[in-house]
């Protein structure tokens, strides 16, 4: 049986303890829409319903209080055991190099996480000029984006990659929809870096003589996502990156067709510095919060 992710747990809790979705949202500091999809996930997964509309409002059913309390009591137990092992000989300074894109939208959304577990690591986040980089000295390990192709190195897969369109609702709203592939043309193709991704996109969705040159290119996932949440244009995005954008609404895609990439998320160390105990642990809880958001592994 698969465990729930630990943060729609933790979003079941403080609504149970607080009634309200919107006073969850902000201990958890999250958006109440956010915090409905990680309450709607868990339904999902659980197979039952725990919430029942009351009026204008929302209340846990009477097994969602039963389900609640006993999750209440395995946090207690995981916060116990955090705050029991810290300082178990897990610290120091580490210094971590991360793609942008990875590095905004989806670490830095969970890194506080690790620090609670671990509270005697002192941790740095550096980017690199190039997705596959791993030349930086002042780095212990690497999240790079590549082939896998790193001599010397000490390189543990990640997780694959596929991308699809995403633009915001209001562009969505602008141009009449997308009723087909082709109609992407309309509006501008937002690249990073080069047109590689859009026209392996075109090309499966059997677009005839698309002209990928045009549109704005970025050197920064950041910017790429920026342009798009703004109405800018069309951008190629994954679910890792783009999940939460998606889930708030401020993205929306308009197609099912996806494409592979060719290049994964890996993680690179030096192979004298892949058993350091801070390295052990920042692999595993990484692994651990890539399998709770439904990142399927390498």
Same mark, same amino acid.
């Given at each position: =049986?698969?465990?729930?992710?630990?943060?729609?747990?933790?979003?079941?809790?403080?609504?149970?303890?607080?009634?309200?979705?919107?006073?969850?949202?902000?201990?958890?500091?999250?958006?109440?829409?956010?915090?409905?999809?990680?309450?709607?996930?868990?339904?999902?997964?659980?197979?039952?319903?725990?919430?029942?509309?009351?009026?204008?409002?929302?209340?846990?059913?009477?097994?969602?209080?039963?389900?609640? /309390?006993?999750?209440?009591?395995?946090?207690?137990?995981?916060?116990?055991?955090?705050?029991?092992?810290?300082?178990?000989?897990?610290?120091? /300074?580490?210094?971590?190099?991360?793609?942008?894109?990875?590095?905004?939208?989806?670490?830095?959304?969970?890194?506080?996480?690790?620090?609670?577990?671990? !509270?005697?690591?002192?941790?740095?986040?550096?980017? !690199?000029?190039?997705?596959?980089?791993?030349?930086?000295?002042?780095?212990?390990?690497?999240?790079?984006?590549?082939?896998?192709?790193? %001599?010397?190195?000490?390189?543990?897969?990640?997780?694959?990659?596929?991308?699809? !369109?995403?633009?915001? %609702?209001?562009?969505?709203?602008?141009?009449?929809?997308?009723?087909?592939?082709?109609?992407?043309?309309?509006?501008?193709?937002?690249?990073?870096?080069?047109?590689?991704?859009?026209?392996?996109?075109?090309?499966?969705?059997?677009?005839?003589? %698309?002209?990928?040159?045009?549109?704005?290119?970025?050197?920064? =996932?950041?910017?790429?996502?920026?342009?798009?949440?703004?109405?800018?244009?069309?951008?190629?995005?994954?679910?890792?990156? /783009?999940?939460?954008?998606?889930?708030?609404?401020?993205?929306?895609?308009?197609?099912?067709?996806?494409?592979?990439? %060719?290049?994964?998320?890996?993680?690179?160390?030096?192979?004298?510095?892949?058993?350091?105990?801070?390295?052990?642990?920042?692999?595993?809880?990484?692994?651990?919060?890539?399998?709770?958001?439904?990142?399927?592994?390498?």
């Amino acid at each position: =049986m698969r465990i729930p992710s630990t943060q729609a747990l933790r979003a079941l809790d403080s609504f149970a303890r607080h009634g309200s979705v919107w006073r969850a949202a902000d201990e958890l500091h999250l958006t109440r829409s956010a915090v409905s999809h990680q309450l709607r996930l868990l339904e999902r997964d659980l197979g039952f319903d725990l919430l029942e509309r009351i009026g204008k409002g929302v209340a846990l059913t009477p097994r969602g209080q039963r389900y609640a /309390s006993d999750v209440r009591k395995a946090l207690t137990v995981l916060g116990d055991a955090v705050t029991r092992d810290a300082g178990t000989g897990v610290g120091g /300074s580490f210094a971590v190099s991360c793609t942008p894109g990875f590095a905004s939208l989806f670490l830095c959304t969970h890194i506080g996480e690790f620090r609670q577990m671990y !509270p005697d690591v002192a941790l740095r986040i550096l980017t !690199p000029r190039r997705l596959d980089d791993v030349s930086n000295a002042e780095a212990d390990a690497f999240i790079a984006f590549g082939v896998g192709n790193w %001599p010397n190195r000490a390189v543990e897969p990640l997780c694959e990659i596929s991308f699809t !369109p995403l633009c915001s %609702p209001t562009l969505l709203n602008k141009v009449g929809g997308f009723s087909r592939p082709s109609d992407v043309l309309r509006a501008n193709l937002l690249h990073l870096d080069d047109t590689e991704d859009w026209a392996r996109w075109l090309a499966l969705s059997k677009v005839e003589n %698309p002209d990928t040159e045009g549109g704005i290119f970025f050197s920064d =996932m950041n910017l790429v996502f920026s342009a798009a949440i703004a109405g800018q244009g069309i951008a190629m995005g994954d679910e890792l990156t /783009s999940r939460r954008a998606l889930s708030e609404g401020r993205l929306v895609r308009p197609f099912d067709i996806a494409i592979k990439s %060719p290049r994964s998320y890996f993680l690179v160390s030096e192979h004298a510095k892949a058993s350091h105990p801070v390295l052990e642990a920042f692999a595993g809880w990484l692994r651990s919060k890539l399998s709770e958001n439904r990142i399927l592994p390498y």
